[in-house]
């Protein structure tokens, strides 16, 4: 799925809304800079995965005769690969 900037500004002021009607955050700046905020981070994250698939289609690509032998999945190990990059570099998927 594609994110383009409108959506995430939209669910971030989703989540916003429903933090300040429970009562979660008394924010102290107005809800465009927390919106500000919200969506670089979250642009961040996208990138930050974007680079995760690309380590990871480097790696299956650098085993690929290897994984072709075995007959593995490699929709799986792309998966598995792409979670244990993330869980070293303290990334949320």
């Given at each position: 799925?594609?994110?383009?900037?409108?959506l995430i500004r939209r669910?971030?002021?989703?989540?916003?809304s429903r933090w300040k009607a429970k009562g979660l955050i008394h924010p102290k700046v107005s809800d465009d800079a927390l919106?500000?905020?919200?969506?670089?981070?979250?642009?961040?994250?996208i990138q930050r995965e974007a680079e995760l698939d690309r380590?990871?289609?480097?790696?299956?690509?650098?085993?690929?005769?290897?994984?072709?032998?075995s007959q593995a999945n490699s929709r799986i190990l792309f998966q598995k690969i792409k979670e244990r990059l993330?869980?070293?570099?303290?990334v949320v998927l």
């Amino acid at each position: 799925m594609r994110f383009t900037d409108d959506l995430i500004r939209r669910l971030c002021a989703a989540i916003l809304s429903r933090w300040k009607a429970k009562g979660l955050i008394h924010p102290k700046v107005s809800d465009d800079a927390l919106l500000s905020r919200m969506t670089a981070e979250i642009h961040k994250d996208i990138q930050r995965e974007a680079e995760l698939d690309r380590e990871a289609e480097a790696l299956l690509e650098k085993h690929l005769g290897k994984i072709e032998r075995s007959q593995a999945n490699s929709r799986i190990l792309f998966q598995k690969i792409k979670e244990r990059l993330a869980k070293e570099r303290d990334v949320v998927l």
